[in-house]
């Protein structure tokens, strides 16, 4: 079967369908009901996809309103696709309408185009595909469909306990050619230890999720514009910054603009809480110097943990990370600092962790998500490495990754796509788009994957 032409035939509707999903903007929402846990237009893009596999003859199932299913096939054992339809949100500074879905230039914009709407609907349009050949199912094969994939994995986890694990399993949600190694990943809350000892700080802001480098940093401060002004334009002048200073009574606020990118590769981004603080740090005193200095010395210019001690590589994942992505500061109360910690796959967490010794913060880990990896010698990694190099041409070369997908919840399972090698990732910055020819090349490739894995030979 030539999968690549029957994906071709296919590339307008897939796009339609992609453009409609994309439309739903399904971020977290605190608009959270008892039938719409994680807000209504998550739940609005889950039903879109439950109401699809109905509309093509699929065994569908709603599990609790945060994750579902669609199955087709027979036999005892089950293969498992996961995607995910929750968004992170969009920031400022977009120039594509982020749910638009518009088409330039052989790319079609929007959140979540590339992480993980358009993949997910390359792996359903490719299911369909193999649907319709005529191929029979020897195994059983789901399309599972997440909702929280981006703030912690609550679907799937409440999802498997009531739900059957797959015998093997893939996520379209990261790189090709095939991710078997996945690093922990752990959030770290650093505490202040409020003193008393105030200062001209009154409030400190920046980021909303730790996988996500924070693209904007407001402070307020005491003072006047004449105060603040000279040194602030010259700080900006010096990093390059996008930054704006506005007065209101007695007090200032100063922002600070940066770049977005996901949490595994931090230098991909420019974290603008670290910038902030590394310019307030040297203009207080009291709590809020604290807090801004714990932030500039121990990230600026830090991504891998050196300055807490905590740095450690091995040759199977590389280097462990470090994102500060959350950064709260209130006068009277003191501040916290959430991170996102992605550490290598035999690095020794707890002990390093455990050895912390920051002055004036205490640190608590918030959550912790272990390793995850699958022997390249097994059956199913070989299976997915010959789908590929039959409809590339390429070598399928094993990755390791510092992202966290939905694979790390399978006994059996991987990242498979959808970012090529040598394809920019856009995943969580500004004007995310997926590339229409690697979007059908990626259909081509599950289909195969599919044919193969679950189905009997023709």
């Given at each position: ?13 897939m796009?339609?369908?992609l453009?409609?999903l994309i439309?739903?903007p399904s971020?977290?929402?605190t ?5 719409a ?6 739940k609005r ?6 109401d699809?596999?109905?509309e ?7 599990v ?6 669609l199955?087709i096939?027979q036999?005892?054992e089950?293969l498992?696709?996961?995607g ?12 594509k309408d ?5 088409i330039?230039?052989g ?12 993949p ?6 490719a299911?369909n ?7 029979e199912?020897d195994?059983?094969?789901r399309?599972i469909?997440?909702t929280?994939?981006?703030s912690?994995?609550r679907c ?8 059957e694990?797959p015998?093997?399993a ?6 090709f050619?095939?991710i078997?190694?996945e690093k922990?990943i ?7 230890v409020f003193?008393?000892?105030?200062d ?5 802001r920046s ?6 480098v924070p693209d904007l940093a407001e ?9 603040w002004k ?5 700080f900006?002048?010096?990093h ?18 940066g770049?977005?990118?996901h949490a595994m590769?931090p230098d ?5 809480g670290?910038?902030l603080a590394l310019?307030?740090k040297?203009?207080?005193t009291?709590?809020?110097?604290v ?9 600026y210019g830090?991504t891998?943990?050196r ?12 280097d ?5 992505g ?9 501040g ?10 035999s690095?020794?967490?707890?002990e ?9 913060f205490s640190?608590n880990?918030?959550s ?5 990896y699958v ?5 199913f990694?070989?299976?997915?490495q010959?789908?590929?190099e039959?409809q ?27 970012l090529?090698?040598?394809e920019?990732d ?7 788009f997926?590339?229409?020819k690697?979007l059908v ?18």
């Amino acid at each position: 079967m030539d999968w690549q032409l029957e994906a071709e035939k296919r590339k307008e509707s897939m796009l339609k369908e992609l453009q409609e999903l994309i439309a739903i903007p399904s971020v977290l929402n605190t608009d959270a009901t008892a039938d719409a846990p994680f807000g209504k237009e998550v739940k609005r893009a889950l039903d879109w996809f439950l109401d699809k596999g109905r509309e093509n003859g699929y065994q569908v199932k709603n599990v609790d309103n945060i994750a579902g299913h669609l199955e087709i096939g027979q036999g005892e054992e089950l293969l498992g696709i996961l995607g995910h339809v929750d968004v992170v949100p969009t920031g400022e500074g977009w120039t594509k309408d982020p749910f638009g879905g518009v088409i330039e230039d052989g790319k079609l914009f929007g959140r979540g185009a590339i992480d993980d709407k358009g993949p997910t609907i390359a792996a359903w349009t490719a299911l369909n595909m193999v649907k319709d050949a005529g191929y029979e199912f020897d195994k059983r094969v789901r399309l599972i469909i997440g909702t929280d994939e981006e703030s912690g994995f609550r679907c799937v986890e409440n999802y498997f306990q009531k739900e059957e694990m797959p015998t093997m399993a893939f996520a379209p949600d990261a790189d090709f050619p095939i991710i078997n190694a996945e690093k922990g990943i752990a959030g770290l809350v650093f505490s202040q230890v409020f003193s008393g000892k105030e200062d001209q700080l009154i409030t400190f802001r920046s980021g909303d999720r730790t996988n996500m480098v924070p693209d904007l940093a407001e402070a307020t401060v005491e003072g006047r514009s004449a105060d603040w002004k000279p040194d602030f334009e010259v700080f900006a002048n010096q990093h390059g910054l996008q930054t704006a200073l506005e007065e209101s009574g007695d007090a200032v606020k100063l922002t600070v603009h940066g770049k977005a990118a996901h949490a595994m590769e931090p230098d991909d981004g420019l974290n603008a809480g670290v910038m902030l603080a590394l310019f307030l740090k040297d203009h207080l005193t009291g709590d809020g110097q604290v807090f801004t200095e714990f932030i500039a010395d121990k990230f600026y210019g830090d991504t891998r943990g050196r300055a807490l001690n905590l740095q450690f590589s091995d040759e199977a994942s590389g280097d462990t990370t470090f994102n500060a992505g959350i950064m709260r500061f209130k006068k009277a109360q003191g501040g916290t600092v959430e991170v996102s910690m992605r550490y290598s796959i035999s690095c020794p967490f707890d002990e390093k962790v455990e050895a912390i010794q920051v002055e004036g913060f205490s640190v608590n880990v918030n959550s912790n998500s272990h390793p995850h990896y699958v022997d390249a010698d097994d059956p199913f990694i070989r299976t997915l490495q010959d789908a590929y190099e039959k409809q590339t041409g390429e070598k399928a070369e094993l990755l390791a990754i510092g992202g966290g997908t939905y694979a790390r919840v399978m006994e059996k399972g991987v990242a498979f796509g959808m970012l090529f090698p040598g394809e920019k990732d856009v995943a969580h910055q500004l004007d995310e788009f997926v590339d229409i020819k690697n979007l059908v090349k990626a259909t081509a490739i599950y289909a195969e994957a599919i044919s193969q894995l679950a189905c009997r030979k023709k």
